[in-house]
Protein backbone atom coordinates (compact mmCIF):
# COMPACT_ATOMS: atom_id res chain seq x y z
CA UNK A 1 0.00 0.00 0.00
CA UNK A 2 1.60 3.33 -0.96
CA UNK A 3 2.14 5.92 1.91
CA UNK A 4 3.70 9.29 2.43
CA UNK A 5 5.09 9.88 5.61
CA UNK A 6 6.06 14.05 6.21
CA UNK A 7 8.42 14.78 9.10
CA UNK A 8 10.28 17.45 10.37
CA UNK A 9 8.17 19.93 11.59
CA UNK A 10 8.21 21.55 14.80
CA UNK A 11 8.47 25.44 16.32
CA UNK A 12 10.73 27.50 15.15
CA UNK A 13 11.28 31.39 15.65
CA UNK A 14 10.86 33.90 12.78
CA UNK A 15 13.64 34.03 10.82
CA UNK A 16 15.21 30.79 11.19
CA UNK A 17 14.73 27.39 8.82
CA UNK A 18 13.33 23.92 9.11
CA UNK A 19 13.46 21.15 6.37
CA UNK A 20 10.41 18.97 6.16
CA UNK A 21 10.94 15.25 4.80
CA UNK A 22 8.11 13.47 3.27
CA UNK A 23 9.36 9.26 2.35
CA UNK A 24 7.27 7.80 -0.06
CA UNK A 25 6.51 4.01 0.07
CA UNK A 26 4.65 1.00 -1.30
CA UNK A 27 5.80 2.24 -4.39
CA UNK A 28 8.64 3.69 -6.50
CA UNK A 29 7.80 7.07 -6.91
CA UNK A 30 11.00 8.36 -8.89
CA UNK A 31 8.70 9.03 -11.97
CA UNK A 32 5.94 10.91 -10.08
CA UNK A 33 5.80 14.51 -9.56
CA UNK A 34 5.69 15.03 -5.76
CA UNK A 35 5.12 18.18 -3.82
CA UNK A 36 3.89 20.52 -0.79
CA UNK A 37 1.44 22.29 0.11
CA UNK A 38 0.20 23.38 3.46
CA UNK A 39 -3.02 24.20 5.16
CA UNK A 40 -3.65 27.22 7.47
CA UNK A 41 -6.33 27.61 10.20
CA UNK A 42 -9.37 28.81 9.29
CA UNK A 43 -7.97 29.00 5.66
CA UNK A 44 -7.83 26.83 2.62
CA UNK A 45 -5.07 23.91 1.22
CA UNK A 46 -2.39 26.12 -0.69
CA UNK A 47 0.29 25.35 -2.88
CA UNK A 48 3.89 25.27 -1.76
CA UNK A 49 5.99 23.31 -4.13
CA UNK A 50 6.78 20.51 -6.83
CA UNK A 51 9.06 18.62 -8.46
CA UNK A 52 9.48 16.22 -11.14
CA UNK A 53 12.57 14.12 -12.16
CA UNK A 54 13.27 14.68 -16.17
CA UNK A 55 16.13 12.17 -16.41
CA UNK A 56 19.86 12.08 -15.04
CA UNK A 57 20.21 14.84 -12.49
CA UNK A 58 17.88 17.17 -13.80
CA UNK A 59 14.44 17.96 -12.56
CA UNK A 60 11.91 20.29 -12.92
CA UNK A 61 10.48 22.53 -9.83
CA UNK A 62 8.13 25.21 -9.67
CA UNK A 63 7.11 27.60 -6.81
CA UNK A 64 4.24 29.09 -4.87
CA UNK A 65 4.93 33.36 -5.20
CA UNK A 66 5.35 33.10 -1.26
CA UNK A 67 7.66 30.37 -1.63
CA UNK A 68 10.08 31.49 -3.92
CA UNK A 69 13.49 32.59 -2.75
CA UNK A 70 13.02 31.21 0.53
CA UNK A 71 11.96 27.52 0.66
CA UNK A 72 13.77 24.48 -2.07
CA UNK A 73 12.32 21.72 -2.84
CA UNK A 74 14.54 18.75 -3.76
CA UNK A 75 14.19 14.89 -3.95
CA UNK A 76 16.71 11.85 -3.71
CA UNK A 77 15.00 9.19 -6.00
CA UNK A 78 17.25 6.40 -4.45
CA UNK A 79 15.42 6.80 -0.95
CA UNK A 80 12.35 7.90 -2.43
CA UNK A 81 11.82 10.63 -0.53
CA UNK A 82 11.22 14.80 -1.11
CA UNK A 83 12.19 17.82 1.34
CA UNK A 84 10.88 20.85 1.39
CA UNK A 85 13.93 23.35 3.03
CA UNK A 86 12.39 26.76 4.30
CA UNK A 87 14.25 29.54 5.39
CA UNK A 88 14.13 32.67 6.53
CA UNK A 89 10.35 31.86 7.85
CA UNK A 90 7.88 34.17 9.03
CA UNK A 91 4.78 33.91 10.89
CA UNK A 92 2.30 33.58 7.98
CA UNK A 93 4.32 30.35 7.38
CA UNK A 94 2.45 28.69 10.46
CA UNK A 95 0.44 25.52 9.18
CA UNK A 96 0.13 22.35 8.33
CA UNK A 97 2.58 21.10 5.93
CA UNK A 98 0.96 17.95 3.36
CA UNK A 99 3.76 16.16 0.96
CA UNK A 100 1.27 15.11 -2.43
CA UNK A 101 2.55 12.41 -5.09
CA UNK A 102 0.63 12.17 -8.45
CA UNK A 103 1.97 10.57 -11.83
CA UNK A 104 0.81 14.10 -13.25
CA UNK A 105 2.64 17.09 -12.55
CA UNK A 106 -0.42 18.93 -13.32
CA UNK A 107 -2.59 17.23 -10.84
CA UNK A 108 -0.01 17.72 -7.95
CA UNK A 109 0.14 21.40 -8.60
CA UNK A 110 -3.80 21.58 -8.58
CA UNK A 111 -4.33 20.20 -5.12
CA UNK A 112 -6.03 16.72 -6.81
CA UNK A 113 -3.30 14.54 -6.59
CA UNK A 114 -3.70 10.95 -5.97
CA UNK A 115 -1.41 10.39 -2.93
CA UNK A 116 -1.65 12.52 0.81
CA UNK A 117 0.32 12.55 3.67
CA UNK A 118 -0.77 13.24 6.97
CA UNK A 119 0.79 16.34 7.37
CA UNK A 120 3.01 17.38 9.59
CA UNK A 121 2.48 20.94 11.79
CA UNK A 122 5.40 23.94 11.87
CA UNK A 123 4.69 26.77 13.87
CA UNK A 124 6.64 30.00 13.41
CA UNK A 125 6.55 32.23 16.25
CA UNK A 126 7.20 36.22 15.90
Known amino acids: QEQLVESGGGLVQAGGSLRLSCAAS????????MGWFRQAPGKEREFVASIRWTGGNTYFANYANSAKGRFTISRDNAKNTVYLQMNSLKPEDTAVYYCAADFSMNQVVSGTAGYWGQGTQVTVSS
Open 26 to 33: GRTFSGYA
